[in-house]
């Protein structure tokens, strides 16, 4: 899991730059123009770093070393005109200095910067026994073989030695390679992420578009087996040897909303952009008047009313954004639906394909255990249909149908934002799906819908009340552990709001339905052990409230989501819901983000970089 | 004109009490009118004057102006955060902006609206002299303000809110331009408590090299009071480029020229909106109703048949179907002062609700969070998170 920045200087005009705030790229040295790409990309991987840069005068420059992407001291290379740069997380060898990228080949002259795994690297290896090595990566076979190319006949190049390489790797892989005395950057993409991006005076390659999104809108997603040539005079993308066009399109996310923007991370700033980012999800998608959805989600005729079951793969908080709508598509679609963790999907029996619609859930669209599932679902034949984030990724292209949940990049390890966007936009489709079946009435469709136009202002009541959550997480912070419970929807709220306190603050917590909590974990309650509940509407609130008293009984303080309407006296602190019906854990769920948060804080932790955590998990 | 480049110190720390309930969950700049937070016009302004650096202090419920303006890339400029964690007066305020600063700079009030060029005169002016420079415009109530004594190019001395009678109109804009030195100078000030800024310029209006006037004749809007918030909106409807998205192809819908619509905004059949109101977004507006001379906050739902006249509704708040509010001019009491002639139909804060058939006249301001019965009528304030009982 790493990320990947690549920029050239540009001598004419690309593309006609649609982006006004384009600055085509050319204020800033090379070297700052990487060093920032790779700070963009910190969210992808963050254990080490390195770039290689390309002047006349200095030929190929390269530094790298482990840690953090602020702590690399970028060479002054003044008229560097292209360079690489790289941000890693460990796979293959620990985050070492010589494990860093770029890595070079034995004199210097090429380096190449890697995303995936070469799975055939030890044969590799073997075959280049002559060659020095210096690292424990499986990357590093990847310059030494393009140097065997370079050596063996002085009409091949570098376009032509990657592409002769690229056949030879087997696994995933993105690659950007230069060389001393090229002006270009060559890059190839293999089951990895690649993103162009089309600047009026430079181009950019990245990992996501997150890496160069400051510079330029205009971006062409490279497919699977493209190889491109990024020079002075533009770009050139060839797929099996031949020239090919890739369509160039238009990102529309503002630059600075993947910065932190005066906040001191980025998670309390993605939990405050909530209100807005579900704005954005429901835009244009509700005609409350009709009781319908437009998610312009297209199925053959028929297909959703001989459904019997929606399967939905998803992992981490997606999984539980899953949780949350399989019960939504019961209640509202009338239709079957079950969960599962995407690394543990299988079509499995008793399951007639042509019936089965195959959810994913996934913020990158490029988790590869969801990735995975996908990919198993459409060999049995199954429909399949993602909801992600992330335009033009990997899911997407697997998927037969897509809807995006309009959330903005979200940069914070933890996921937040794109939870509540999830559930809204799985909410929609649910009513989508139920409208279409006939299993919801309009009026009743129209209920779920004036919910869901309510839930940015309720979100918003909850973060006005975020000086309350602060207190009682000061209050509670030493506490030996967190139990989170709930029922019906309150469950995947208690699970994730258990996950997001052990992600950033290290604290044992855990979710359970708390029915179950009398069921064992019972034995674990002290009066040092606070429980976190659900009490809202669609949770069954008065039936965990006698739960809570259970724990309470024990002498474990008691917090609760508590809806507006109801009064629970004996709780030790009570978050007040807005009334916005069966969203209203979601709603609860930004209390128990906040929580989390300032516990975390309080503790210092490293809240938008966990240790041992990436962002968007592209191993399986 | 010289290239040093200035950076703009934009003051937008304060809680802005006169205008509850309205700023009981947002601070005053960041008020919307014509859909766009006060404060958006003042950095816009110091954007088009060709300054690109801005620190905003910020302090009352800030994560609202980080979420808005994050780095500033939206409006072509740079910006960082100061804090002011309470609030000690505009000397205090434009202490906390001190690390950011290496050479003269301007400051400017984050909720009163000016043109560029006036942010291009002080800023000019900050480059030339190394004495404080201060912008003066004039008010038809200038006992309201910092009134200013000035011979035409110095500042002889500021009197803030006067109590007797005045002898000019001549205030202080707000807008001044500063070398480094003022922050010993605010340092060094006597004050009890609070360091205001004027109190500083006062004692230096005194001193050699004195206080640099400029006089200001351009836009100049302040928001003393709610139901300036109906006329600056109207004002800036009639100024700004107004774009009308999601415009309702329904033909028995009837939006006038001289209305801002955010995108988002689901309007129901027979849907009348008048001049002079903004609409923002995630708004639900139902059949039959009538919104005229308003402005109405994002995630707002104003019922069927409603009718809405020089009304603010913030945001989320429900008015029920059939709720009437409209004013007729009255009087107003705001702290010891006495208005007359007030034409504000009334406020609703933030997440209220008001029942069906409700009526909201003279100047009725409902707090926030605060639920009322059906049919009840309100003609005064309602405290926030009341609970409004028919009977």
């Known amino acids: ?620 | 004109m010289s290239e040093e480049p200035i950076t703009a110190v934009i003051l937008a720390a304060g809680e802005g009490r006169r205008l509850e309930p309205l700023t009981n969950r947002r601070p005053k700049p960041m008020i919307p009118v014509a859909n766009r937070p006060l404060l958006e016009y003042v950095v816009e302004a110091v954007a088009d004057a060709g300054l690109d650096h801005i620190t905003l202090v910020v302090g009352y419920r800030h994560e609202r102006i980080r979420n808005h303006f994050g780095d500033g890339g939206d409006w072509g400029v740079t910006i960082e955060y100061a804090e002011q964690s309470t609030q000690l007066g505009t000397g205090h305020a434009v202490l906390q902006a001190e690390p950011t600063i290496d050479g003269p700079f301007v400051v400017l009030n984050g909720d009163r609206v000016v043109d560029p060029v006036l942010v291009e005169r002080v800023a000019d002016a900050a480059r030339q002299h190394t004495d404080p420079t201060m912008a003066i415009t004039t008010s038809e109530t200038p006992r309201d303000y910092g009134v200013v004594a000035f011979d035409g190019d110095r500042v002889t001395g500021i009197d803030e809110k006067p109590e007797g009678p005045v002898e000019t109109n001549r205030i202080n804009a707000g807008v001044y331009g500063f070398s480094p030195g003022i922050f010993d100078a605010i340092r060094s000030t006597h004050a009890n408590g609070e360091l205001a800024l004027t109190e500083t310029l006062d004692e230096l209006a005194g001193e050699n090299g004195g206080v640099n006037g400029i006089m200001y004749t351009g836009r100049w809007l302040d928001v003393s009071n709610l139901w300036d918030l109906l006329t600056v909106n109207a004002g800036m409807i009639d100024t700004e480029a107004v774009t009308h998205a999601d415009r309702s192809d329904d033909a028995s819908v009837h939006i006038a020229d001289d209305v801002v619509l955010a995108d988002s905004v689901r309007v129901g059949p027979t849907v009348t909106i008048g001049g002079n109101t903004a609409v923002g977004r995630n708004v639900t507006i139902e059949a039959n109703a009538v919104v005229e001379n308003s402005i109405i906050f994002p995630d707002a739902v104003i019922g069927a048949g409603a009718v809405v006249r020089d009304a603010v509704v913030a945001s989320n708040a429900q008015i029920g179907p059939n709720v009437t509010i409209e004013g007729t001019p009255s009087t107003m009491v705001v702290g010891d002062t006495v208005h007359h002639g007030i034409e504000l139909g009334g406020v609703v804060g933030d997440n209220t609700t008001i029942g069906p058939g409700a009526t909201l006249t003279t100047g009725a301001v409902v707090g926030d969070d605060v639920d009322t019965d059906a049919g009840v009528t309100i003609d005064s304030r309602v405290a926030a998170g009341e609970t409004v009982r028919r009977g």
Request: hydrophobic share 40%; charged share 25%.
């Open chain 1, 1 to 620: 899991m790493c990320g990947i920045i690549g920029y050239v200087q540009t001598s004419g005009e690309q593309v006609s730059a649609t982006a006004a705030a384009s600055d085509g790229g050319v204020t800033q040295s090379t070297g700052e123009i990487v060093h920032k790409g790779l700070r963009n990309l910190e969210y992808r991987g963050y254990d080490s770093v390195g770039v290689a840069l390309v002047g006349e005068s200095d030929g190929l420059t390269v530094a790298k070393q482990s840690g953090a992407v602020d702590g690399l001291v970028v060479p002054d290379v003044p008229d560097a005109t292209h360079g690489i740069g790289h941000t890693r997380w460990s796979t293959h060898g620990p985050p070492t200095d010589e494990n860093a990228h770029p890595h070079t080949d034995c004199v210097g002259d090429v380096a190449v910067v890697h995303n995936g795994i070469v799975e055939n690297y030890k044969e590799l290896k073997e075959e280049l026994a002559d060659h020095e090595f210096t690292s424990d990566t499986d990357t590093e076979v990847i310059p030494h073989l393009i140097e065997e190319e370079l050596a063996g006949d002085g009409d091949v190049d570098l376009l032509d030695a990657v592409r002769n390489v690229e056949d030879r790797l087997e696994g995933s892989y993105a690659i950007c390679a230069v060389r001393e005395d090229d002006d270009r950057i060559i890059v190839a993409r293999r089951g990895s992420p690649l993103v162009l991006g089309r600047g009026e005076n430079a181009v950019f390659v990245g990992s996501d578009v997150t890496a160069f999104l400051e510079h330029t809108r205009d971006v062409t997603y490279l497919e699977d087996g493209d190889v491109a040539s990024l020079s002075p005079d533009g770009v050139e993308i060839f797929a099996s040897g031949e020239p090919v066009e890739r369509e160039i399109d238009t990102v529309t996310w503002e630059a600075d909303a993947a910065e932190k923007g005066g906040y001191e991370h980025y998670m309390r700033k993605e939990i405050h952009e909530q209100p807005e980012a579900l704005r954005q999800t429901i835009t244009g998608r509700l005609d409350v008047d009709a009781g319908n959805v437009d998610l312009d989600v297209s199925f053959p005729p028929g297909f959703l009313a001989d459904v019997e079951e929606i399967r939905i793969v998803a992992c981490g908080t997606s999984y539980y954004a899953g949780r949350y709508a399989a019960q939504l598509f019961e209640e509202l679609s009338g239709v079957r639906a079950t969960v599962e963790i995407a690394s543990e999907y299988e079509f499995g029996a008793g399951r007639t394909p042509d019936r089965t619609l195959v959810v994913a859930v996934t913020q990158s669209g490029e988790t590869a255990d969801t990735l995975g599932a996908v990919r198993r679902a459409n060999d049995a034949g199954a429909r399949t249909f993602a909801v992600t984030n992330t335009l033009g990724s990997t899911v997407t292209r697997e998927v037969d149908g897509t809807a995006f949940i309009r959330a903005g990049p979200e940069i914070g390890v933890a996921a937040t934002k794109t939870f509540a966007s999830q559930v809204a936009t799985l909410a929609m489709l649910a009513v989508a799906v139920g409208r279409d079946r006939g299993a919801l009435a309009a009026a009743d469709a129209r209920g779920v819908l004036e919910d869901l136009q309510g839930l940015p202002g309720a979100v918003q009541q909850v973060l006005d009340a975020e000086d309350q959550v602060k207190e009682a997480a000061k209050e509670y912070q030493d506490s030996e552990a967190f139990f989170f419970v709930g029922r019906a929807l309150g469950v995947p709220v208690a699970l994730e709001g258990a996950l997001k306190l052990k992600e950033i603050s290290y604290d044992h917590a855990e979710g359970f339905a708390a029915g179950e909590l009398k069921h064992g974990p019972l034995a674990l309650v002290t009066p040092e052990t606070p429980v976190l509940a659900v009490l809202t509407d669609g949770a069954r609130a008065n039936e965990t409230m006698n739960n809570v008293t259970e724990a309470q009984t024990r002498g474990a303080p008691a917090l609760g989501c508590v809806s507006g309407d109801a009064e629970y006296d004996t709780l030790d602190v009570d978050f007040p819901v807005p009334d916005v019906g069966i969203v209203e854990p979601l709603v609860a769920n930004v209390y128990l983000q906040l929580f989390a948060y300032h516990v975390a804080n309080e503790k210092g932790r490293p809240i938008d970089k966990p240790r041992n955590l990436a962002k968007s998990v592209t191993v399986e």
